[in-house]
Nanobody, 124 residues
Framework: QVRLVESGGGLVQAGDSLRLSCAAS????????MGWFRQAPGKEREFVAT????????SYADSVKGRFTISRDNAKNTVYLQMNSLEPEDTADYYC?????????????????WGLGTQVTVSS
């Protein structure tokens, strides 16, 4: 099993940047594809970004492409989500997820481990 703890959320203004972190503990971090998902108030949880074990392949939702960057530091067992040019539409709870896989995974049901989330609020 793997335990995930997110941090870095907060209240920012439109156009600002935030970096979310997700610290993993438990099994070997490089066994996992990591992902970020988000859930806005009154909406279903949606895919944001994913990264494979060695960081060489990533994938993004169209809504964040060019603004968000996912990365991982395997020495620190941590995955990051750098969010630039934030928009009010990015307001959501952001969740880190892990999947025991070496592939890019964009589907929520493929992830077996989840953090508790961190809240991001972007004011206009």
């Amino acid at each position: 099993q793997v335990r995930l703890v997110e941090s870095g959320g907060g209240l920012v203004q439109a156009g600002d940047s935030l970096r979310l972190s997700c610290a993993a503990s438990g099994r070997t971090f490089t066994d996992y594809t990591m992902g970020w998902f988000r859930q806005a108030p009154g909406k279903e949880r949606e895919f944001v970004a994913t990264i494979i074990w060695n960081g060489r392949v990533t994938s993004y939702a169209d809504s964040v492409k060019g603004r968000f960057t996912i990365s991982r530091d395997n020495a620190k067992n941590t995955v990051y989500l750098q969010m630039n040019s934030l928009e009010p539409e990015d307001t959501a709870d952001y969740y880190c997820a892990a999947a025991l896989s070496s592939r890019i995974l964009t589907t929520e049901r493929r992830y077996g481990y989840w953090g508790l989330g961190t809240q991001v609020t972007v004011s206009s």
